[in-house]
C-alpha cells in the first residue's frame, strides 16, 4: 500500500499559479514505483482525472481541460509528485487528490470512484 499526503493548495486569483505537492509513503515503495495520477473535485461534481505520470517521469496524460496550463512532474528520489498549475480560471477550484497506481493507463481510464481510498486533498480556490 502507498500512502499520500497532498499539500500546496491556497486562494489564488484567476491567472495566477499554484504548484501542489504529493508525498508518497509505504512499504511498497521499497520495491515498486507506482504511476501516480491527480484528480480534483468541484462541490456538487464527480472527481474527475486532471493528470498522470508513469513511473518513470518520461509519459505524461493529461485532461482535456488543463493541457498546456499544468504539468505534472515526479522526483522518485524522494518519492514527490507535483503538479504545476499556471494560468488558473475559476473553473479549476476544487478539492485536488494524487492517486497511486501500477500503471498509467489505470489512472487514465479508471472511475475515479473504483478506487477504494484517497488521501485528505488539498483545496484549491480561484477568484475570478
Known amino acids: 500500500q502507498v500512502d499520500v499526503v497532498e499539500s500546496g493548495g491556497g486562494v489564488v486569483q484567476a491567472g495566477g499559479s499554484l504548484r501542489l505537492a504529493c508525498a508518497a509513503s509505504?512499504?511498497?515503495?521499497?520495491?515498486?514505483?507506482?504511476?501516480m495520477g491527480w484528480f480534483r473535485q468541484a462541490p456538487g461534481k464527480e472527481r474527475e482525472f486532471v493528470a498522470g505520470?508513469?513511473?518513470?517521469?518520461?509519459?505524461?496524460h493529461y485532461a482535456d481541460s488543463v493541457k498546456g496550463r499544468f504539468t505534472i512532474s515526479r522526483d522518485n528520489a524522494n518519492n514527490m509528485v507535483y503538479l504545476q498549475m499556471n494560468s488558473l480560471k475559476p473553473e479549476d477550484a476544487a478539492d485536488y487528490y494524487c492517486?497511486?497506481?501500477?500503471?498509467?493507463?489505470?489512472?487514465?481510464?479508471?472511475?475515479?470512484?473504483?478506487?477504494?481510498?484517497w488521501g485528505q486533498g488539498t483545496q484549491v480556490t480561484v477568484s475570478s
Open positions: 509505504g512499504r511498497a515503495l521499497a520495491s515498486t514505483i507506482p504511476a
Open positions: 492517486k497511486p497506481a501500477d500503471r498509467l493507463q489505470i489512472l487514465v481510464t479508471a472511475v475515479p470512484s473504483s478506487f477504494a481510498s
Open positions: 505520470i508513469d513511473w518513470t517521469g518520461q509519459r505524461t
